[in-house]
Each structure stands twice: as structure tokens, then as C-alpha cells.
């Protein structure tokens, strides 16, 4: 399939800043509309041969995709493709209004297929809502809670799930929360969540950053297990990520020594990064450790085929890293005077510079409407395919870390 645009993801919260799921479109070409009926209909075929695996079951977990719809694609034979309950395909209102589109859409709901009414009249609608769409997107403006609560006090009544945009601070997220909504997201996946905490490491963290100290110094296993024993609760994860993560070990792993021989210093770094980000209490937000591991396996399996396996983990640590920061509370300055990294590492978190710096900074690109995205690919020799097809792959392969 020859493509030359790229995806774009925004991801859905839950009231709880849990990722339901993601929308997924076609950068917007400056000067140009991409929702042609060609457009979308190459978006949901591609999608659909990326989000399954060989024996045909979803990649993403429990995640939910919407995928932008005009009536002529209703019938598209790649929407059976996809799951169904998987599925929402979002529509504008005034569509409906043709018996054909209204016949469709019944057909696809019936099917399963979730449906989002776009600009939708509510209090014209009204009572019907439910017959027509599982999801009813509303225009939130926190300048008058009071008259939305009211319209949106209705709904909550009803099956139909609402989902607010734009919400582009966590204030309006809160009160979208408090409405009883599910909110579509601007950029809340990239902004810290005000905390009331003190800033700075807890002890597991500054105990984790120790560890991965002394692995980039290839401290010898007895000296890292001698610091793993000082927290119960690290030693526990070690040996159950060991244990679940199919080493092929033949029987349980019982022992901490065992264990970090088993894994090795570069998996055993790439684990502790994970954890690091796991471990925070400041500016923790689910959305924003999904955004970061999503980043990281991005960059590294973009750099894949130039810099090859083991050179590409270090850019998975550096797309970890970039969002340390705000996961963590504190200035980079602060996270880097605290580890010690290698100083590609460190040129592609400041600067987005030195060998691993343009995949970092193009996996960051992708997760926004960025005319950068097609300039870094073609500055890194990679094709719209390549980066679409590592984007859906880094997001299936994020499901299963959380999991």
C-alpha cells in the first residue's frame, strides 16, 4: 500500500486520566482536507491489517479506536475487518438525515460498531440520541458549567457516552470529570498534572536511578543484587517480570541473582527505565507514562534498521527519558545531575541532536499534527509506510508493558 501521509494519534481519557482509547486520523496536509472518502477509507484498511496479529485477535488490549467516517465508506469492506466492539466510527450529525446513512449506521450498530454523532443539535435530537449513536461528541467551554451540567444531566441517564473537546487543561479536565463526561484531550497527554506533592525523587526511585548506575558501569551482579535487596518490593517485581516474561527459563525463578544473569544489563536497563517512570508519585498521570513508553518504542524501532537491536535500545531509553521530567517533577538538569547517561543519550534529550536525536524527535512529532513528521522521515531515509507501520506497532507493543 503506498502512503505518503502520516498517522496521528490523540488519545481518549477517562475520568480517572486513563487512556480508553485513541483516535486516529491523517495528518492535516497544510492547504488541503484529508477526510476524503479515498483518505479515509486507505486509513481504516491500513489500520485494520496493522491491529491484529497472526492468529487474527487485537493487538491493542482493551483500547478502543475512532476512525472519522463519511457515509459513502459505511460499507467499506475493511470495517470488517475490525473488531467491532473495538470500533467507533465517528459521523457527522446532518449525515443522518438521509435514510441511506441512517440505515447504515443502524447496520453497523447492530453489528456491534460503536458510532460518535459529531455536531450534533442535542435538544433537537433529544430523546432519539440513543437510537442513532453510542457517542455524542459535546463542544466543552468552561464558561457556562451550569447550562451544560443541565443539557448533560440528561444524557447521563442514557447508554450514549459523551465525549467533551476540546479540554486542554487539566482544570477543564476536572470539570468534564465532574460533569460525568469522557474527554477527548488536546495536548493533556503532554502536560504534567499540578501536583500538591513535594518535587524530587522518592526513596524507590533514587534506589531504581542507583541500580541503572551501576549497570552502565557493569557493576558485577553480586553488587546489584546486594542494592536490589534493600527494596522488597523491587526484588518482588524483578522476579515477576522474570517469571511471566517467557526467558524460557524451563522452571520459576527464585532467586535475584539468577534473575538479573538471566536478563542481562541492556534488558535489565530497558526494565529499570520503565520502572523508573512507573515509580513516580509527583506528576504521575497514566496518560502521560502510556505517552512516554509509547515514545520511547517508537524511537527505537524507528532506528531499528540504521543503527541495528542493541544500538536502537538506547534511543528506547532516551524516548523514556524525554518525559522524565514531567513524570518525575523536576527540571531534565535535575534528572540528568541524578544518572548517568552516555552523551548520545544525553545531545538527544537536550537537543535533540547527535545520532538518536532525530528519531527521538521524530517519534515526538508524530504525536502531534506536525508538518516536522514528513521532513525528519525523509532526513532519516524512512517512508510514510515505515513510520505508520512502527506508530501502530510501539502503541500494541505499550498495551502489553501496562499490562
Known sequence: MHQTNYLVREPLLDPRQRVVGYELSW??????????????????????????????????????????????????????????????????????????????????????????????DLTRIGTRLPTMASYVEVRFSGADVGAQARTYAALKQSTVGMIARPV??????????????????????????????????????????????????????????AVLKRDATLSYKLLRFINSAGFGAGREVQSLRQALTLLGYTPLYRWLTLLLATASTSG???????????????????????????????????????????????????????????????????????KYGPYLALAEACELNSDLVASLAASLKLTPLEVNQAHLSALAWAQNVAA
Not at 212 to 223: G, K, S
Request: negative net charge; charged residues 20%; contains cysteine.
Open 27 to 120: 495528518q492535516q496536509q497544510s492547504g488541503g482536507a484529508t477526510s476524503t472518502l479515498d483518505a479515509l477509507e486507505s486509513l481504516v484498511g491500513f489500520v485494520a491489517g496493522q491491529v491484529l496479529d497472526d492468529d487474527g485477535d487485537w493487538r491493542l488490549r482493551d483500547k478502543i479506536l475512532f476512525l472519522e467516517a463519511v457515509p459513502a465508506m459505511l460499507s467499506t469492506d475493511a470495517l470488517h475487518e475490525l473488531p467491532p466492539e473495538h470500533t467507533v466510527l465517528s459521523i457527522r450529525a446532518a449525515e443522518l438525515a438521509n435514510p441511506d446513512t441512517m440505515g447504515a449506521v443502524q447496520g453497523l450498530r447492530a453489528g456491534g460498531v460503536g458510532v460518535l454523532l459529531r455536531e450534533a
Open 168 to 225: 486542554s487543561n487539566w482544570a477543564d479536565f476536572d470539570a468534564c470529570a465532574a460533569l460525568g463526561l469522557n474527554a477527548f484531550v488536546g495536548k493533556l497527554h503532554l502536560t504534567p498534572r499540578p501536583s500538591t506533592d513535594s518535587k524530587g525523587l522518592n526513596p524507590a526511585q533514587t534506589i531504581i536511578m542507583q541500580l541503572m548506575q551501576m549497570v552502565r558501569q557493569n557493576a558485577d551482579i553480586a553488587q546489584l543484587e
Open 284 to 354: 504521575y498521570s497514566p496518560v502521560l507514562l502510556e505517552t512516554a513508553v509509547v515514545r520511547g518504542r517508537l524511537a527505537e524501532l524507528l532506528g531499528q534498521s540504521a543503527l541495528g537491536k542493541s544500538e536502537a535500545e538506547n534511543v528506547f531509553v532516551a524516548g523514556m527519558f524525554s518525559l522524565l521530567d514531567r513524570l518525575l517533577g523536576i527540571p531534565m538538569a535535575e534528572v540528568l545531575a541524578n544518572i548517568q547517561l552516555s552523551e548520545e543519550v544525553v545531545a538527544a534529550l537536550l537537543s535533540r541532536s547527535g
